[in-house]
């Protein structure tokens, strides 16, 4: 059990349930303001109270088209939402502390195989023949 409290108790798997959860409650959050405000409000103008009821029917079988408009729109909004509030401001956190990259070594060609060497190797990596190092 011991084993098992530890693994719960990791930093890592509780800030993921913490995540899930927040996520499940956007998701809802999004999903009724979708259902609750903008469809009513789409349905104003389009002429049907509510417009997730709007439908068609192909040789008897229906099709809700006012249901699905309303998932894209909650994805387009919780799409926004993350790529705004999370991804970008990330993306600009990691560029500003982001280390200049290391110096590339000098290379040479082996002269067994012709790949690409460090200057200072003395064995090549790829066909494993013994090269002089260079000063």
């Known amino acids: 059990m011991k084993g098992f409290r530890d693994f719960v108790l990791r930093g890592n798997v509780v800030d993921l349930a ?10 809802a959050l999004v999903k009724s303001f979708t259902d ?4 009513p409000l789409l349905g104003a103008f389009g002429g049907v109270q ?12 229906l099709f809700y088209i006012g249901r699905f408009i309303n998932a894209v729109i909650a994805f387009l909004i919780t799409a926004a939402v993350l790529y705004f509030f ?4 990330v993306n600009a956190l990691m560029a500003r502390y982001r280390t200049q990259p290391e110096p590339t070594a000098p290379v040479r060609d082996c002269p067994e ?8 190797a003395s064995r090549c990596a790829f066909c494993t023949a013994a090269v002089v190092p260079a000063a």
Do not use: E, H, Q, Y
Request: aromatic share 8%.
């Open 50 to 61: 509510d417009f997730s009821d709007v439908t068609f029917a192909v040789n008897g079988s």
């Open 113 to 120: 195989c012709l790949s690409k060497i460090p200057v200072r």
């Open 18 to 27: 913490i995540a899930v959860l927040i996520g499940a409650a956007f998701g």
């Open 36 to 39: 609750d405000m903008l469809t």
């Open 86 to 89: 999370v991804v970008k401001p």
